[in-house]
């Protein structure tokens, strides 16, 4: 099994966005506890939502974010094609304004 981080891309961060009605907060939570029940064990890490993010040079510079991250989970699964299935069926893509979902391998620290 690896491990594999899904980063989820929004329009805008939860943040940013108008908050939603108790109930339609409670119907999208719904949809994500039930993909996480998909998930089972293999779920490490549920995620939270992220915002303001800064890229940092390495002279220290500082930059606002091309790409807004609107949040992560981290899962494990048998490979990335697993993975990649269960990012298909990931509610955060049927959200509003294009979203989408990068899944990443984390990889074995060289020399560790």
């Given at each position: 099994?690896?491990?594999?981080?899904?980063?989820?891309?929004?329009?805008?961060?939860?943040?940013?966005?108008?908050?939603?009605?108790?109930?339609?907060?409670?119907?999208?939570?719904?949809?994500?506890?039930?993909?996480?029940a998909?998930?089972?064990?293999?779920?490490?890490?549920?995620?939270?939502?992220?915002?303001?993010?800064?890229?940092?040079?390495?002279?220290?510079?500082?930059?606002?974010?091309?790409?807004?991250?609107?949040?992560?989970?981290?899962?494990?699964?048998?490979n990335?094609?697993?993975?990649?299935?269960?990012?298909?069926?990931?509610?955060?893509?049927?959200?509003?304004g294009?979203?989408?979902?990068?899944?990443?391998?984390?990889?074995?620290?060289?020399?560790?």
């Amino acid at each position: 099994m690896s491990k594999f981080v899904f980063l989820y891309h929004a329009p805008m961060t939860p943040a940013e966005a108008a908050p939603p009605a108790p109930e339609d907060m409670a119907a999208a939570m719904e949809q994500w506890n039930a993909w996480a029940a998909k998930v089972g064990n293999g779920l490490i890490d549920f995620g939270t939502p992220l915002a303001n993010g800064v890229r940092v040079s390495a002279g220290g510079a500082t930059a606002p974010s091309q790409r807004e991250v609107a949040g992560y989970s981290i899962i494990e699964a048998e490979n990335l094609e697993a993975a990649v299935e269960l990012a298909k069926q990931h509610p955060h893509l049927n959200m509003p304004g294009g979203c989408e979902i990068e899944v990443h391998e984390a990889q074995q620290i060289p020399g560790m």
